[in-house]
């Protein structure tokens, strides 16, 4: 009689304390990537009786719409990049692992590590991202610089100025296309380096004055017949002009058939011809992560997973795929693009979808709200397309350019890097500088998953 009044006391004492869970016997969440859709999954989680996980091959969160600015002089590695384990600091039902991802055991709910390591999850988020996707041509793995990680756009700015160096000891290797550079793919990505390595060239003359830079040629190598697909036609038109007035070289409808060590083979119609350039910055597309390979799942176009129309995978409702991985459709099936606000989103909607299982409620469908796109080409020159959904305007010019960099400091992590990315701003634009021209390290040409290496989460 006594234990039964004890264990009465102790439960009524429970019960006014509100509900109590076991930390042992929380469900255990495991994300793989900690690039937007890995993040905000994470912090979706904040408040969720659940322990987390979050797994990278680096023990950092990248801001890579920043990466070119990198790449082209005008910000420091660390000012795009914040410690995965700063970030999440004050959430107390997070752990950090850096590793690298091999594979899952799906019937054991096991991941196994490169070190041979093994951990366990009762519901798994794949968020790798992607790779830049060489289409099999010849060269391009050997000869092209990518732009997915900070490492890349380091060895993208340590070549260039490596180069500069040389060629102000050798100023006749100018007539041999030796500071050319051939950016291939009209999309944002080439646009905006485009623009940037344009800037950048200015400063450079500065620098370099021994050297005619009227002989070096930067190029923007587009397959489709104009720049900047997804965009409006006046944007387009907007985009072709701006880079023209930079002095950049646009070849359009241009087929890239072969890289070498000084340059490109491109074919124009019947047109074969050999480009001069001695860097190749390769934007012209992406895959899915090889991971989503490695785990033998379903892959639609672009290596991306197949899901469900609440993200997570058909025959595996306690995993989902988030982000660029994922081969998320529109209502009408179109497939969404790879864009850091639909990682983002999609992101969020994961860590909800674990919450309304925990909680026994049916699973959701996801739905991206698409506020718009942009992109920019240079100084005073930006493109911002609202979508319809926030009423369709369009800004081009300083107005547009005012837009992006507002943006892109709100989605940029962590306040100290914002400040600093707008301190580094506001001094390039008023001085025309480019402040860290520095080289330090060996450059790395020819990786081709743009700092992920095959496996490396």
């Not at 040389?166 to 793919?185: C, M, Q, R, S």
């Amino acid at each position: 009689m006594q234990a039964m009044l004890n264990r009465l006391v102790k439960n009524i004492a429970k019960a006014s304390k509100g509900p109590q869970i076991d930390a042992a016997t929380k469900a255990k969440v495991v994300i793989v990537g900690a690039g937007f859709a890995g993040l905000y999954a994470a912090k979706g989680l904040r408040d969720a009786s659940v322990e987390v996980l979050l797994i990278d091959k680096e023990n950092y969160h990248t801001f890579q719409p920043l990466l070119y600015q990198v790449a082209t002089a005008g910000l420091e590695a660390s000012e795009i990049a914040r410690s995965v384990r700063a970030i999440f600091q004050g959430q107390k039902n997070l752990d950090f692992r850096q590793g690298l991802v091999t594979r899952v055991n799906w019937e054991r709910k096991h991941l196994l590590l490169a070190d041979s390591s093994e951990i366990s999850f009762d519901y798994l988020i794949l968020a790798a991202g992607t790779v830049y996707q060489d289409f099999g041509i010849s060269g391009v793995k050997e000869y092209g610089f990518y732009l997915k990680s900070l490492q890349d756009a380091l060895s993208i700015r340590h070549h260039l100025l490596s180069l500069f160096e040389e060629a102000n000891l050798k100023p006749k290797k100018l007539e041999e296309g030796f500071l050319d550079v051939a950016i291939v793919g009209g999309g944002p990505t080439g646009v905006e380096m485009a623009g940037a390595l344009a800037e950048l060239y200015k400063v450079l003359a500065r620098d370099f004055p021994r050297l005619d830079l009227t002989k070096s040629k930067i190029w923007l190598i587009e397959q489709a017949p104009h720049l900047l697909t997804p965009y409006s036609k006046a944007s387009q038109d907007f985009a072709l002009k701006r880079l023209e007035a930079l002095g950049i070289g646009i070849r359009l409808n241009a087929s890239v058939q072969a890289a070498e060590a000084d340059g490109l083979w491109l074919r124009e119609g019947a047109h074969h011809s050999k480009l001069p350039a001695h860097t190749l910055i390769w934007a012209a597309g992406v895959r899915a992560h090889p991971l989503a390979e490695a785990l033998g799942l379903k892959l639609d176009k672009g290596f991306r997973v197949v899901v469900k129309d609440d993200l997570s995978l058909p025959d595996k409702p306690f995993a989902f795929v988030a982000g660029d991985m994922a081969a998320a459709k529109t209502a009408k099936g179109e497939m969404l693009a790879q864009l850091c606000p639909v990682a983002i989103q999609a992101g969020i909607h994961v860590a909800k979808q674990i919450e309304r299982q925990l909680q026994e409620k049916p699973m959701q469908a996801f739905h991206y709200f698409d506020k718009g796109i942009m992109a920019i080409v240079g100084r005073n020159a930006g493109i911002t397309e609202a979508s319809a959904q926030l009423g369709g305007f369009k800004l081009r010019g300083f107005l547009g350019w005012l837009a992006w960099l507002f943006i892109h400091l709100i989605y940029l992590v962590g306040y100290q890097n914002r400040l600093q990315v707008l301190l580094n701003w506001c001094y390039n634009y008023l001085s025309h500088d480019r402040h860290v021209r520095l080289i330090m390290a060996k450059p790395d040409r020819g990786n081709p998953e743009g700092g992920n290496q095959l496996l490396q989460i």
